[in-house]
């Protein structure tokens, strides 16, 4: 046995107990798509996708992606810089015009256009200041440019959401230059940033951006569904923002809004774009195609969504379930005990309704939690069940808030 077949098998010890257990909660197979699909042959209501609008299944959606296969297959078999067509063109632009920036470059993921944003910026005279509960695309083009020879830019974090932190972190900075990165809403909390506060102390400080990694926030915040600098007035004042498609817009790829000049850079300096295959047109033409919808009648959308999420919130804290910083339509619930929320889990898939775990190192000790996403595509009858199946195993699993109904 080598040395990489040992170290993957000592790795592997956790896993492997938690798969002969038949507790293992990762990589189900879905058997069609959707919020509403199968696994095993099981109907199941999916609480952990994050299609916010509900729109990847819509009919529009998937006649727009059959569409571009016939004229031009599955893929380009390069990357962009020899394998661009009108179609990423065109929804450059108007993604850039309806987010309100200058230029737009779609990546092929939302993973790739945070790393070659960052790489393609941040050197030895750059302070990189990250919040501490920062995406895992963030830290990792942080790392990256870190252990880059001739780039190495300082690495500083600062406490969550706390511009006093960020204040104190960019007075003792030791370079030049300072990125700030953010999220609009944290993925795994379902808390927003402080942004109007950040952006405040990010302006009070010279030579300093802020990079807002909005993933969460596109097509979900906002009266048209713009982010959070729509829903808090701050267009025009944050530099750079990072989306992706993965989430409102129904497929997969990255979006990064910024000035023409900061565009065309990282355009040609990112590696993560450069030498990464140009994004498959049935993907862009999906992604067009929920764009008109949201030009058509984002306000709408984003209400009936936001409507949804405050009936499964009021309902889940009438239980007395624990849902951490939760702010948004993304509702931790939380289990505080990794067995617990492995339990809960299979009771409720078993039941048809599934809400992933996340355990350590995703959270820390003492935080695990149900991952609960509702989106405008959920029913009252889902989130229905779903309420009633947290009830009855989150008293006889003892989860926070609901002990004492035992």
């Known amino acids: 046995m080598s040395w990489i077949e040992e170290k993957a098998k000592a790795e592997l010890e956790r896993i492997r107990e938690a798969q002969a257990k038949q507790v293992y909660p990762y990589f189900k197979p879905f058997e069609t798509g959707g919020l509403h699909t199968s696994i095993d042959g099981k109907p199941i209501v999916n609480f952990s996708s994050n299609d916010y609008l509900g729109l990847t299944t819509h009919p529009k959606v998937i006649e727009a992606a059959k569409k571009a296969v016939e004229r031009y297959a599955c893929g380009l078999s390069s990357s962009r810089v020899q394998a661009t067509t009108v179609e990423h063109i065109a929804l450059e632009e108007r993604l850039a015009a309806y987010f309100g920036f200058e230029a737009c470059l779609v990546f092929t993921t939302g993973y790739q256009a945070m790393v070659g944003t960052i790489m393609s910026f941040a050197d030895r005279d750059t302070t990189l200041a ?35 932190s960020l204040n104190r972190v960019l007075t003792n900075r030791e370079r030049k230059n300072a990125m700030v990165l953010i999220e609009g809403i944290y993925s795994l909390d379902g808390d927003e940033a402080p942004i109007q506060e950040i952006v405040e102390v990010c302006e009070s400080h010279e030579n300093t951006v802020l990079v807002v990694d909005d993933a969460h926030g596109s097509g979900t915040l906002g009266k048209h569904g713009r982010g959070i600098l729509e829903k808090t007035g701050l267009e025009g004042r944050v530099p750079i923002v990072v989306s992706t498609f993965s989430k409102t817009f129904g497929g997969i790829g990255g979006i990064l809004l910024g000035s023409r000049d900061v565009i065309d850079h990282v355009k040609h300096a990112a590696r993560s774009f450069v030498f990464s295959a140009s994004l498959p047109v049935p993907i862009v033409a999906a992604a067009s195609t929920i764009l008109s919808m949201l030009e058509d009648d984002a306000e709408g959308l984003v209400a009936e969504l936001h409507e949804k999420a405050a009936y499964m919130r009021r309902s889940l804290l009438e239980l007395g379930l624990d849902l951490g910083m939760s702010t948004t339509h993304i509702m931790p619930v939380m289990c505080r005990d990794e067995a617990k929320a492995m339990f809960m889990h299979i009771a409720l898939l078993e039941n048809g309704v599934m809400m992933v775990p996340i355990t350590y190192p995703g959270v820390k000790k003492g935080e695990e939690r149900l991952r609960l996403n509702v989106t405008r595509g959920h029913t009252r009858e889902d989130m229905d069940k779903a309420l009633d199946l947290l009830e009855t195993y989150g008293r006889a699993f003892e989860i926070p808030g609901l002990e004492s109904a035992r």
Do not use: K, W, Y
């Open 130 to 164: 990250l919040d501490n509960l920062s995406h895992a695309c963030i830290l990792d083009g942080t790392f990256m440019a870190a252990g880059t020879p001739l780039r190495q830019p300082e690495v500083r974090f600062f406490n969550h959401n706390s511009a006093r």
